[in-house]
């Protein structure tokens, strides 16, 4: 599903995001990405939606070569990838319904489609009853339930979770955690990257671990070592 | 293509809305910009029409002397109409003057009384000569002098008035040159600072344009309801404009007029026969301004 070949990133200022990594994650899986700040987590990410371009190896994405992707394809490659964040970067003067709605508006999806599409995915991230607040009315745990419920809308094959925790405390935290893994048990890949040891603990699924740009483990079922 | 200029609509809307203030703001500098510009496109056509105007007023009287027959003054009145930089000869007979010797002093009965005693009539005929400008006038009295016609006269009023004529349409020509830079400036600065807003409005939205982008919009997409947005900005600005600019002309047409009158100028009439044209000038001026900046300033938000 998602395979870098000896991919290196190095930014304009020469610092290196990525050194020679090489990986790979089969459809289904749920992969915990840990490692030390500034190691290159949020890299591998923006790589992936070709936010950023590898500057040696290769990226193939469900068969898609995305290495030399061109400009106007990227709009496509994001709308098979969803991704959340830890500041979940939601459109502040647009209400939650509305926020969901835009990711198939994009694309210019029929209304009809919108109009039975947005409430089933409120209902997966229960937030029925908030959907005509807007962001800034929310608590962090809901915000990010915006954020994954637009990144369902699509039904990604692939879900992109950089630090959705950061900003939760333990209780909300867990919530996520466990909305990420309903996802996944649906069929989709997802990625998470977290700094959060007893959740990499509890999960109990693929662990690696990057250090300055490099993979140091890669365990499956594996647990938090630093 | 449908569904995407709907959503296109709607979500201009929406910001113009949810984003009232900013919009406020823009709609309102754009307003003055609009204003700043007809003000001084008005000023530099009232000071076209005063030159006109002033240069109507102004001519040369030739009288001439009781020897000279009605066929020596009509031949020369063709003489002058044919040399280039005559507008118009008017000849004035006797008669004529007398008339209207008579009629602008009606009131005054020792006049009218002492004019009935004389058995003559003491007024000369004369030709009324208008030059196409005011630098024009020296040359035509030279020329006329080196005609034969010349003996035939009694007197001439031009001389009199050649400084004063010299003098204003130099001072004319300088005010209006200098009038001319000083607008230049003004409109420059107005368009700068309308952009400049245009482009914080846009800066404020720079999170917003990488999230949709993130979300898989394309440019256009994106573009959409900024092009929009920008179009309804300069509709209402322009209508604001115009009823700003109505008031004016409302206010001071009465002045306007009074300076005018005797020619062919009324600002009001002028403001209502042209107010299409207006309207869409400044429609059109401040639709280039509004989208043209917002374009520019979106372009580097969107290379995410
Ligand atoms: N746009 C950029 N330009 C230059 N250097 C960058 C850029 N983005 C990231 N870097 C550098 O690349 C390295 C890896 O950054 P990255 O954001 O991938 O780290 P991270 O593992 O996500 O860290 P954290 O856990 O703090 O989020 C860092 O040294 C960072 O300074
Ligand atoms: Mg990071």
Redesign the pocket.
């Known amino acids: 599903m998602i395979r870098f070949e000896r991919v290196t990133k190095i930014y304009d200022d020469n610092t290196h995001g990525a050194r020679e990594l090489s990986l790979q994650v089969r459809p289904g899986e749920f992969v915990s990405i840990v490692g030390q700040s500034g190691t290159g987590?949020?890299t591998l990410a923006k790589l992936i939606i070709a936010e950023e371009k590898p500057t040696k190896g290769k990226i193939v994405i469900g068969g898609w070569d995305i290495t030399n992707i061109k400009q106007s394809e990227i709009p496509v490659l994001r709308r098979q990838v969803g991704m959340i964040f830890q500041d979940y970067k939601l459109l502040p003067k647009k209400t939650v319904y509305e926020n969901i709605a835009y990711a198939l508006e994009v694309c210019g999806v029929q209304q009809s489609k919108i109009d039975s599409i947005v409430p089933q995915v409120l209902r997966v991230v229960s937030l029925e009853d908030k959907r005509d607040n807007f962001p800034d009315q929310l608590s962090g745990g809901q915000k990010q339930r915006v954020a994954i419920g637009r990144s369902l809308v699509h039904r990604p094959k692939i879900l992109l979770a950089?630090?959705p925790t950061g900003n939760l405390d333990t209780i909300n935290a867990q919530e996520i955690i466990d909305l990420l893994l309903k996802i996944n048990q649906l069929g989709t890949t997802v990625l998470l990257?977290t700094h959060n040891k007893e959740v990499v603990n509890r999960l109990r699924k693929r662990v690696i671990t990057i250090d300055d740009g490099v993979i140091v483990s890669d365990q499956l079922a594996g647990k938090y070592v630093l | 293509m449908i569904i995407s200029l709907v959503r296109t609509t709607k979500y201009s809307f929406q910001n113009f809305w949810r984003n009232l203030w900013l919009s406020i703001i823009t709609v309102f500098i754009l307003m003055l910009t609009l204003f700043a510009v007809s003000m001084v496109a008005s000023l530099n056509l009232l000071a076209d029409q005063a030159i006109q105007a002033i240069e109507d007023k102004i001519d040369i009287d030739i009288f001439f002397k009781d020897t000279a027959t009605e066929d020596d003054i009509i031949s020369a009145q063709i003489y002058l109409e044919e040399i280039a930089e005559v507008k118009q000869v008017r000849y004035v007979s006797k008669d004529e003057a007398l008339a209207s010797f008579r009629e602008s002093h009606e009131d005054d009965s020792d006049i009218t009384e002492a004019l009935d005693e004389l058995s003559d009539n003491p007024l000369p005929a004369s030709l009324v000569v208008q030059a196409e400008a005011l630098t024009d006038y020296a040359f035509i009295v030279q020329q006329f002098e080196t005609s034969e016609y010349d003996a035939l006269v009694e007197d001439k009023d031009f001389s009199d008035h050649q400084v004063v004529i010299n003098r204003l349409s130099g001072l004319l020509t300088r005010v209006y040159q200098g009038g001319l830079a000083v607008s230049a400036v003004f409109v420059v600065i107005s368009i700068i600072m309308m952009f400049n807003t245009i482009r914080v409005g846009i800066y404020s939205h720079r999170e917003e344009l990488a999230i949709m982008k993130l979300v898989g919009a394309t440019n256009l997409f994106i573009r959409g309801p900024f092009v929009l947005e920008g179009i309804l900005y300069a509709m209402v600005a322009s209508v604001c404009a115009m009823a700003l600019l109505w008031v004016v002309v409302i206010s001071s047409a009465p002045y306007v007029n009074d300076f005018f009158q005797g020619y062919n100028f009324s600002l009001d009439f002028f403001f209502y026969s042209n107010l299409w044209f207006i309207f869409a000038i400044q429609f059109l001026f401040s639709l280039v301004l509004a989208v043209g900046s917002s374009m520019i300033s979106i372009g580097r938000y969107l290379k995410v």
């Open positions: 987590k949020t950089d630090e990257v």
